[in-house]
């Protein structure tokens, strides 16, 4: 369990990055990348698995006419369970609509209360960035 100080310095961190130098393959889909951000907070907290769980979406989200609305902007949100054992992810458009995707996470030790990541479309390439990289 990270201490009070490990999370705002995790927050800290996460709030300077702006823009991004690189695109990384973090996940299993191929044409999914992410930012400089994102690759240090899977670094940083193990949560590959989040990068995989968005990435699993996107063929889905791709060829579903339930999803046109994602095939802009895509706001995931992680959020812990109160109970402190599990999670729920979430995706919407970004707008009031929604949400799109839930998926619920019965462990995680991921360290931070809430974490909201973006992922748009670039050429070919979806790409995962925290909202400060936008």
Known sequence: MKTHEQISEIENTLANFIGTNVYHHLGIIPNVVATDGVKWLAENTGCFWLIDIIASYQG??????????LLGMQNWTLKLNKTGYGAKVVCTDGDSEGPYIKQAIPFTDFPLPTITLWVQPQDNLMVIMLPSEY
């Open 60 to 69: 889905e989200i791709k060829k579903n006419l339930k999803f046109a609305k």
